[in-house]
């Protein structure tokens, strides 16, 4: 019997373990499922005869580390910043381990550790990162087969909320982490364009933020995503002139954002008065002397009192002279306002775009490829977003655990054809396809 370590029971983790438990009794897995919440666990488990709870603190070594030596793999959807505790005992018990997260520098910095233990931590294997990353590649080392040269890379992603279910003016819900919502952004963006490093800072991330067009939704606005420059050598694109990463938004909520932004709400170094209200903390944080609150907020931001976005700040009841429910910092009041205002219904539904545009040289013709994806989640639990994060890690798992791949070395991302072959042409008999325009 083969045994898996899922550490993790949140939102994004229900797919992945349906996953794993449907194909349990016919493979011989046990699955192990590790949260500190023992209600996840067994939200998640719903009674299967092939899983096995464990509740424990990640951070705790024993408990942790013994769970480790049990497992043939490990998978982590813990909070990012959680995984080195894993990775560190994946390593020195000679496990290959998989992570939807970012590639953190602790984990980087094992590369050589676990290339010479001849193992596989392979990372951003969720959506964004992960689907990203396969399909991408796939496209890229398709045009390069025949000699064509990448001059503009452009991948755009965004979890949002489905029509049917859009009905505040925010038009926006969380169907994945909420603290990542607030944070989004904070360490700015680094892309290239036209030939130029771009650097941009997190205050000017939502000012007048660009469009894409997509059928289904129409148009939509893009931020760029973290440090796109990272993964030049990564996608190994040594013509492109423009190469950027970005997220997805309706083109109303970068409007709201830059304003919650500017009027310093999403800071998580200052101290909030627990005994204020939200008024008096928006005046505190914008400098309010005299006159009404939401005409010195309106000039502040340089909108007429009449504005949209002067109803998208009173609509999360910035306005009220109502005590701070939690909170220490701006971003914690502000967080706990949004877990409230921006929480999804049991019957509403999300959707995830992925959209790809490359343009490339092929025989002296220049050629634009459009290759997008949309997921429509089933309700709240099971979002895209949980379907799109889990089943490539699923997937993964089984082709590693059946030996139907050989596992690359190293603390990796999947931009291999040995891992995203298999793990896309799954992907698609879960509805997980994309559509190619050409022009």
């Known amino acids: 019997m083969q045994t898996i370590l899922v550490a993790g029971a949140g939102k994004s983790s229900v797919y992945l373990i349906q996953y794993l438990l449907s194909q349990a009794s016919r493979k ?29 603190d990640i951070t705790n070594d024993k408990e942790r580390e013994a769970l480790v030596k049990r497992a043939d793999i490990v998978v982590s959807l813990m909070p990012a910043h959680l995984h080195i505790h894993l990775a560190k005992d994946c390593l020195k018990h000679k496990k290959n381990l998989i992570t939807s997260s970012y590639i953190s520098d602790e984990m980087k910095a094992m590369d050589a550790e676990v290339k010479k233990a001849g193992l596989m931590f392979m990372c951003e294997m969720g959506l964004d990162p992960g689907i990203d990353h396969m399909t991408a590649n796939h496209i890229i080392h398709g045009i390069q087969r025949v000699a064509g040269i990448i001059t503009s890379f452009k991948s755009y992603c965004g979890g949002l909320i489905a029509p049917e279910s859009d009905d505040n003016p925010w038009h926006y819900k969380f169907s994945w982490n909420p603290r990542n919502i607030v944070t989004a952004g904070f360490g700015g963006a680094k892309y290239l364009s036209q030939g130029k490093d771009v650097s941009l800072p997190y205050e000017k991330m939502f000012e007048d933020n660009k469009k894409i067009k997509n059928d289904d939704l129409g148009a939509l606005a893009y931020y760029p995503n973290r440090d796109s420059l990272r993964y030049l050598e990564l996608y190994d694109v040594p013509e492109v002139k423009t190469f950027m990463r970005a997220t997805l938004r309706y083109p109303g909520f970068c409007k709201g954002w830059d304003a919650i932004i500017k009027l310093g709400l999403t800071d998580d170094k200052d101290k909030v008065d627990t ?26 931001l340089g909108l007429p009192e009449n504005d949209k976005v002067i109803s998208m700040l009173k609509w999360l009841g910035l306005f009220d002279e109502k005590p701070i429910a939690a909170g220490k ?14 929480q999804m219904k049991p019957e509403d539904k999300d959707v995830v775009v992925m959209q790809h545009e490359v343009e490339y040289h092929h025989k002296d013709r220049k050629t634009k490829l459009t290759s997008t994806m949309m997921v429509t989640g089933e309700n709240s639990e099971h979002s895209a977003m949980a379907k799109t994060v889990g089943l490539p890690i699923g997937i993964l798992t089984k082709l590693v655990l059946d030996k139907r791949i050989n596992p690359p070395t190293g603390v990796l991302i999947p931009n291999m054809a040995t891992v995203y072959r298999p793990v896309l042409t799954e992907l698609k008999h879960y509805g997980i396809s994309f559509r190619d325009d050409i022009e």
Do not use: C, P, Q
């Not at 949260?35 to 719903?46: P, S, T, V």
């Open 275 to 300: 005994k204020a209200t939200y008024a008096s903390w928006l005046k505190n944080k914008t400098g309010h002397k005299s006159g009404t609150l939401v005409a010195h907020v309106a000039k502040k």
């Open 28 to 56: 011989k897995w046990k699955v192990i499922i590790a949260d500190g919440d023992a209600k996840a666990i067994a939200d998640r488990i719903n009674g299967s005869t092939h899983a096995e709870k464990a509740v424990i």
């Open 329 to 342: 910092s701006s971003a914690d009041v502000l967080l706990h306002i949004l877990l409230d205002k921006w």
